[in-house]
């Protein structure tokens, strides 16, 4: 099966709507940054606490932020979160609070503590098995059950209590009734009288929770924005030493087009970039990089193969030669990429919407973008060169070395 | 061209051996199948679940002891010199930033007495530059070569009492680790299938210093009262410690005129344990004295029976009994609400004290659940991938498609292989490189593929065709690689934590890629091109 079979579709003569919507796309990115005071950056840039929270049945957002606000000062934000587990509505939310350096420590037990005094029934001196950790849980059995007539040794206490956090593990950290519980091996009607006497199921766990002081928040920005210059200036030593220059210039613009685009489009969804979303970015400038170069490498081959027509005229072709290339694998990439994003769950979700938006814009910036500064750079250095309509001849200067006919046009047949 | 081939193909076996060994071992049974599967694969907190906490050393507080011990011995040194001077003081760092900057002020010493003011500073404090502020001032700051060892120094103890503490707790598995190198003053501390860092958060952050001193006045109220009944001025080689206590009243607390040199310090401690209170329901903690503190010890308390001593543990008076009889090198702190404070305490008398204090910067919990909703995702969105892209493979280059798609799978597999024998930890941002590995061998297939296709369309004999393409194809996928990988190499060498997991498995996959797509996908063809009935079209 093939798709395009030798085409001829004029890139170049049809690139001016294409770098227009480009602008275009730039501009609105530029326009939301500025509107929106930069970039909304995750709390790995900014400093804050970041907490996942799984109700048995959730309060509304605005209930449980209201909850917080006597505890926690400053903004907080609580949001759904997408739970690939269940069907029906989101049980999960995303607290979301600033934190300042000497609070690193207690911002955590302060938002439980708010959580708890509010969303939690009162069991006084009991247990929440769903806070509790793996320790705390076999301490307190290992008191328990000897006196409720159930003797078990250190060691099987630690399996059954490893067997009881397996099953709160895989029901999404959440046992909404002890009594769910006697389906655990080893958990007899005895064991489960003790676990009711000593424990209750409380109303949410905690999945996670993230803590980042301000200072390591900034020192982090800092260290992303170095990789990705740095990450840049090496790709564009590598290309300018295998190619040329000019080369080297038209692919890092292409990708900085892309990664400018990609956050401006962060900015107008009002996603936040964190560090995986960093690492999505650095994955799109690999992306658009390696398309590039396979135009590029195309152009190149062309030019020493002394192709007949003007420069325009062989990038041109170079671009269709590598089109089904080119649209097969940013096909393919694009789907894995889509499947991240809709399979890869809460956590990666940054991560694939950068990588699904990157693609498209990485795809096409090879096109119609870093093809064109070629030739324009080429038209600047010919205008500069001579006056006459005519263009050089290649042959006339006897030169073998492919960069030194990169970017002239040639007129001699192979 | 046979033999060629013989040779490659024999390679090849070897390497998917090797990986699957590395893999999965050799299993005899089933379940031992599944374990070495488990064991290969390092699983990085995010996934598993877990703590990871980064703690700031706050260097000022060893620089400031430093000085203060520095500025003791000074006084001393003077006084037997009989070098006169009017103060002698420590100019506090009191940010981590000015630690290293910390200083020891003299006012006051007679221009007459300078030369033997500096004979002694340069003999006796040779860690120390001295410079003149005026005619009888000076500045005493630390010079910065000793200044940079002690701090590497600082940081090493601290890692090493920080890893005590965490063994001692029993998490095998935890590590502490120097964030960065050169001049950072942070650790890092991963903490696998800890989902309440709490407890473990408390006994890092305790100094546990334990000092033994002799008591030489109070209780008194405050530190003002204490001075007020000392007529204003402490009596030489004494100060004033406990003081305002920090809300917890219930052990300890008053202010002590006590030795300024204490008779027993942390380091003398040799062992320490929980033990049964003698009242029921209490708990103590026991520690055993080292030798050379024991002989100290016993001669001290031999000489002053009838008097007291204060146990001080972090700056805090817990209790000052009054010495009965001889004790050579048995102690018990009392008064442990419960056994577990009463064991913490023992853990972390035993492990010493840090050099200075911790402060926590950053705190990552991952719940086991989340973690595995995060493998379940991943390894979906792997599959889905791998299915959507196998088939499309399969539909567009027909049987060539069979041989882009065991080259896919072997690469997997050398990646898995390749993990486990690095014993890289595989991370979610891992897992997200390992499906854009996926991506990029599918542009080398489809670069390769597409390059044969044209070449036939040129008008190219099958055999010829197959290894033009494959020639031109290289040159390109080489670039692309290359470019890659020098951005991997610059995520990998300044990247942090997760972004490096990524840079991982992205440079192993495409490596991986270079054989399974390249040379094992050309032997491929080779092999069914050279076989005795010859081809005469190609499924491509």
């Known amino acids: 099966m093939e798709i395009f079979k030798q085409t001829n579709f004029d890139f170049l003569g049809k690139k001016w709507p294409f770098i227009i919507l480009s602008l275009l796309l730039t501009a609105a990115g530029l326009l939301s940054l500025f509107f929106k005071g930069g970039p909304r950056y995750g709390i790995d840039f900014t400093g804050g606490a970041l907490m996942d929270v799984n109700f048995v049945k959730r309060p509304p957002v605005e209930a449980i932020r209201s909850a917080l606000h006597t505890k926690i000062p400053g903004e907080i934000e609580v949001q759904e979160a997408s739970n690939s587990q269940s069907s029906g509505p989101s049980q999960e939310v995303l607290i979301t609070t600033g934190v300042l350096d000497e609070n690193v420590q207690t911002v955590r037990g302060n938002i439980v503590s708010a959580l708890n005094s509010r969303f939690n029934r009162n069991a006084e001196g009991k247990l929440d098995i769903n806070l509790a950790s793996q320790t705390e849980l076999a301490d307190r059995l290992r008191n328990a059950l000897p006196k409720a007539g159930v003797p078990l040794s250190d060691d099987q206490i630690n399996a059954l209590v490893g067997r009881i956090m397996d099953y709160r593990r895989s029901h999404s950290g959440l046992i909404a009734n002890l009594g769910d519980l006697s389906s655990v091996s080893g958990v007899t009607p005895q064991v489960l009288n003790v676990i009711k006497q000593e424990c209750f199921a409380g109303d949410f766990a905690i999945r996670s929770t993230e803590v980042v002081g301000p200072k390591i928040g900034a020192d982090l920005r800092q260290q992303a924005i170095n990789v990705v210059l740095i990450a840049l200036g090496a790709m564009l030593v590598y290309i300018a030493f295998r190619f040329e220059w000019i080369y080297g210039v038209a692919a890092v613009i292409a990708v900085f087009h892309d990664t400018i685009i990609t956050i401006g489009l962060f900015s107008i969804f009002d996603k936040k970039i964190d560090l995986t979303v960093i690492a999505a970015l650095l994955t799109l400038v690999g992306y658009s990089m390696n398309d590039t170069i396979v135009t590029f490498d195309r152009i190149r081959e062309n030019l020493r193969l002394q192709m007949r027509g003007s420069f325009t005229h062989i990038v041109n072709v170079s671009i269709n030669q590598t089109l089904s290339r080119t649209v097969l694998t940013s096909g393919l990439t694009f789907l894995t990429a889509l499947s991240l994003f809709l399979f890869g769950g809460q956590v990666l979700n940054g991560f694939s919407f950068a990588l699904v938006v990157g693609i498209i814009i990485g795809t096409y910036s090879s096109i119609f973008i870093a093809s064109p500064i070629l030739i324009f750079w080429q038209n600047l250095a010919e205008g500069r060169k001579r006056t006459s309509g005519r263009p050089v001849v290649a042959a006339s200067r006897p030169s073998v070395s492919p960069a030194a006919k990169a970017g002239k046009p040639v007129r001699t047949a192979k | ?540």
């Open chain 2, 1 to 540: 061209m046979k033999r060629h081939l013989r040779f490659k193909f024999f390679l090849i076996v070897a390497v998917i051996l090797i990986c699957v060994y590395g893999i999965i071992g050799v299993p005899t049974s089933k379940a031992q199948l599944a374990s070495n599967w488990r064991n290969s694969i390092h699983l990085g907190l995010d996934l598993r679940g877990g703590t990871y906490l980064v703690v700031q050393v706050q260097q000022q507080d060893a620089f400031n002891a430093t000085a203060g011990t520095a500025a003791d011995a000074l006084k001393e040194a003077l006084r037997k010199a009989n070098v006169q001077y009017n103060d002698v003081e420590v100019d506090d760092a009191k940010t981590l930033d000015q630690a290293t900057k910390v200083a020891v002020v003299v006012k006051g010493v007679p221009t007459t007495q300078a030369g033997t003011f500096r004979g002694i500073v340069s003999e006796q404090f040779p860690t120390w530059l001295l410079q003149p502020t005026n005619a009888t001032d000076y500045r005493m700051t630390m010079r910065p070569s000793d200044a940079l060892k002690m701090w590497t120094d600082v940081l090493a103890q601290t890692k090493n009492t920080l890893d005590k503490k965490i063994n001692a707790l029993g998490l095998s598995e935890a590590s502490v680790q120097q964030r960065r190198e050169d001049r950072d003053s942070e650790l890092l501390v991963q903490l696998p299938d800890v989902d309440d860092p709490g407890r473990v958060k408390e006994i890092l952050q305790t100094a546990a210093v334990l000092e033994l001193y002799d008591v030489r006045g109070g209780p008194y109220a405050s530190r003002e009262d204490a001075l007020a009944q000392n007529n204003g001025i402490l009596p030489p080689g004494t100060k004033l410690i406990g003081g305002p206590s920090t809300g917890d009243n219930s052990r300890g607390g008053g202010v002590y005129l006590v030795s300024r040199t204490p008779v027993i310090h942390g380091t003398d401690i040799r062992d320490a344990r929980p033990a049964q209170g003698d009242l029921p329901n209490t708990w103590d903690t026991e520690f055993v004295l080292s030798q050379d503190a024991a002989r100290r010890f016993s001669s001290y308390t031999g000489s002053h029976i009838g008097q007291r001593l204060a146990i001080v543990l972090d700056g805090k008076v817990l209790s000052a009994p009054t010495i009965q009889n001889q004790i050579s090198d048995q102690g018990r702190i009392t008064g442990a609400p419960t056994q577990q404070d009463a064991a913490d305490l023992a853990l972390n008398l035993k492990a010493g004290s840090l050099p200075a204090s911790v402060k926590y910067e950053q705190e990552s919990t991952v719940g086991a659940s989340l973690g595995a909703d995060s493998i379940r995702n991943g390894f979906i969105a792997g599959i889905a991938g791998v299915l959507a892209v196998i088939v499309a493979m399969l539909i567009y280059y027909k049987k060539s498609g069979i041989n882009a798609t065991l080259a896919l799978i072997l690469n997997a597999v050398i990646l898995i292989a390749c993990l486990s024998y690095f014993g890289a930890v595989l991370t979610l941002p891992g897992i997200a490189g390992i499906i854009l590995t996926i991506g990029m061998a599918v542009d080398s297939n489809v670069l390769i593929f597409e390059r044969i296709r044209e070449e036939l369309r040129a008008g190219k004999a099958i055999i010829p065709a197959v290894d033009t393409g494959f020639n031109k194809a290289l040159l390109t996928i080489i670039d692309t690689h290359v470019t890659t990988v020098v951005s991997c190499a610059i995520l990998f060498l300044f990247g942090s934590g997760p972004v490096k997991g990524f840079a991982v498995t992205l440079v192993i996959g495409l490596v991986a890629n270079l054989f399974t797509a390249v040379f094992v996908s050309k032997f491929i063809f080779d092999w069914e091109l050279s076989r005795p009935k010859p081809v005469t079209a190609l499924s491509i």
